[in-house]
């Protein structure tokens, strides 16, 4: 039983936490610009529809550009800028390269919903007190096993995906040379050894559906050339490469591999020539004829007996420029390798043709309105950790006043 005067302390001192609640949600109301929720500014970014015919969900965007606003009021970091649909809904996202002095930005960002259609979305930037925004991992789909940007100077070439499928460079790996959308390596052809070992984590040991894509651009065709491969000697889990036909001649056709038998592989019908960068893609659903596309258009189909094998297990480590056998690193290819990408799925048709039409001419494939002055408006809200922890101290001090008072 409380008693006249106790229930009368202890009314007061409510009344007392209460009020220090009060003026503590008042001090949040009066410091706009310290709050993580305020942008000062952002711009409209118009998506091609890229000459598809559907929709694609989860679709990763390329968007390159070079902004002198984004150089101005952008974040050293680039960890402000944030991107959303038009009603203000977040989008993952991953920057590749964000140069603060020219406004260069390289991203990826991942649209739920990409329409055949032009679609228009919100970069937001300047904000010097928000947590950083991109979600690397959270850019790229589940069935994404590895996305290798290549960017990386020197060291370890890190995966954006949640599988950490990491690539050590191996044999004096030039790196930092230039790619077709930002960093690339430079590999250095037959007896350099020249590759980036991935490892063989089980999610890189795909035996069903399969999509295997990169850019590639050839200095010559002397030998094999190792695009991607899961190849030990004669023991294949896929491999695609520059390869030839037949006995003579030189390696500048296209071919996806997954054994050492021509029921088990597929070539481009035509060749291709060296000096050019060339998006490279294949794909395979379960034991269905597969396919080759470069440059977005279907090339290449099952030439050469039914290639209905299928692919088999095995736990041969993943390399990016060649292959291995008994002596080492093999089939190395000889010129420029970037963005390469492994998927357990098959991406469609439109998927490829959009994902080429995007990546090879960004600065055609979209385009970026005028800066607009959004007033500190809010498309991530949250409490930024100054407030955050000056209304856990007034709390915490009107807590302690209460227990003194009720003691």
Same mark, same amino acid.
């Given at each position: 039983m409380?008693v006249?005067g106790?229930k009368?302390s202890?009314?007061?001192?409510?009344k007392?936490?209460?009020?220090i609640?009060?003026?503590? +949600?008042?001090?949040?109301?009066l410091?706009p610009m310290?709050s993580?929720?305020n942008?000062?500014y952002?711009?409209?970014i118009t998506?091609?529809g890229?000459?598809?015919?559907?929709?694609l969900?989860?679709?990763? @965007?390329?968007i390159s550009i070079?902004?002198?606003d984004?150089?101005d009021?952008? &974040?050293?970091?680039g960890?402000?800028?944030v991107?959303?649909?038009?009603?203000?809904v977040?989008y993952?996202?991953?920057?590749e390269? =964000?140069?603060k002095?020219?406004?260069? +930005?390289v991203?990826?960002v991942?649209i %739920?919903?990409l329409?055949?259609?032009?679609?228009?979305?919100?970069?937001?930037y300047?904000n010097?007190?928000?947590? %950083?925004q991109?979600?690397v991992?959270g850019t790229?789909?589940?069935?994404y096993?590895?996305?290798?940007?290549?960017?990386?100077?020197?060291g370890?070439?890190?995966d954006?995906t #949640?599988n950490?499928?990491? *690539?050590t460079?191996?044999? *004096? +790996?030039t790196?930092?040379?230039?790619?077709k959308i $930002?960093g690339?390596?430079d590999f250095g *052809?037959?007896?350099? *050894?020249e590759?980036?070992?991935?490892g063989?984590a089980?999610?890189?040991?795909?035996?069903g $559906?399969?999509?295997?894509? #990169?850019?590639a651009?050839? $200095?010559?065709?002397s030998?094999w050339g190792?695009?991607?491969?899961k190849r030990v %000697?004669?023991t294949?889990n896929?491999?695609?490469? =520059?390869? &030839?036909?037949?006995?003579?001649?030189?390696?500048?056709?296209?071919?996806?591999?997954w054994?050492?038998n021509?029921?088990?592989?597929?070539?481009?019908?035509?060749a291709y020539?060296a !000096?050019?960068w /060339?998006?490279i893609?294949?794909?395979r659903?379960?034991?269905?004829?597969p396919k080759?596309y470069v440059n !977005?258009v279907k090339?290449?189909?099952?030439?050469?007996?039914t290639c209905s094998?299928?692919l088999?297990?095995? $736990?041969? %480590?993943l390399?990016i420029?060649?292959g291995i056998?008994?002596?080492? /690193? @093999?089939?190395i =290819?000889?010129?420029k390798?970037?963005?390469? &990408?492994l998927?357990n799925t098959?991406?469609s048709?439109?998927?490829?043709?959009?994902? /080429?039409?995007?990546?090879?001419?960004?600065g055609s494939?979209?385009?970026v309105g005028d800066?607009?002055?959004?007033?500190g408006?809010?498309?991530?809200?949250e409490?930024?950790?100054i407030i955050? =922890?000056s209304l856990g101290?007034?709390?915490?001090?009107?807590y302690i006043?209460?227990? &003194?008072?009720k003691?």
């Amino acid at each position: 039983m409380i008693v006249e005067g106790k229930k009368k302390s202890y009314s007061r001192s409510l009344k007392w936490f209460l009020a220090i609640v009060f003026m503590a +949600l008042l001090l949040a109301s009066l410091v706009p610009m310290a709050s993580a929720g305020n942008w000062q500014y952002r711009k409209e970014i118009t998506i091609s529809g890229g000459g598809v015919t559907g929709s694609l969900n989860n679709f990763p @965007v390329l968007i390159s550009i070079t902004d002198a606003d984004l150089s101005d009021n952008a &974040r050293s970091d680039g960890g402000d800028i944030v991107f959303t649909d038009l009603n203000n809904v977040k989008y993952n996202h991953e920057i590749e390269k =964000f140069v603060k002095s020219t406004g260069e +930005l390289v991203a990826w960002v991942k649209i %739920d919903s990409l329409p055949s259609t032009d679609t228009t979305i919100w970069m937001w930037y300047c904000n010097p007190y928000c947590a %950083d925004q991109w979600n690397v991992e959270g850019t790229w789909d589940p069935n994404y096993k590895m996305v290798q940007h290549l960017e990386e100077t020197s060291g370890i070439h890190y995966d954006s995906t #949640a599988n950490g499928n990491d *690539g050590t460079p191996k044999g *004096g +790996l030039t790196q930092d040379t230039t790619g077709k959308i $930002d960093g690339a390596n430079d590999f250095g *052809g037959l007896g350099t *050894g020249e590759v980036v070992n991935c490892g063989n984590a089980p999610s890189l040991d795909i035996t069903g $559906d399969i999509t295997i894509e #990169a850019w590639a651009k050839p $200095d010559s065709f002397s030998n094999w050339g190792e695009i991607l491969s899961k190849r030990v %000697d004669t023991t294949t889990n896929y491999n695609l490469r =520059f390869g &030839r036909t037949s006995g003579t001649g030189l390696f500048n056709y296209v071919q996806f591999y997954w054994k050492r038998n021509k029921d088990w592989s597929v070539y481009t019908t035509g060749a291709y020539s060296a !000096g050019a960068w /060339y998006h490279i893609v294949a794909t395979r659903a379960g034991t269905n004829q597969p396919k080759i596309y470069v440059n !977005g258009v279907k090339v290449g189909s099952c030439t050469h007996g039914t290639c209905s094998n299928a692919l088999s297990t095995n $736990d041969n %480590d993943l390399c990016i420029g060649g292959g291995i056998d008994s002596e080492g /690193y @093999v089939w190395i =290819f000889n010129g420029k390798i970037d963005e390469v &990408r492994l998927s357990n799925t098959v991406r469609s048709a439109d998927w490829i043709k959009k994902s /080429y039409n995007n990546q090879n001419d960004p600065g055609s494939f979209l385009s970026v309105g005028d800066q607009e002055n959004c007033n500190g408006e809010d498309p991530v809200p949250e409490l930024p950790t100054i407030i955050l =922890f000056s209304l856990g101290l007034l709390m915490l001090a009107g807590y302690i006043m209460l227990r &003194r008072r009720k003691g």
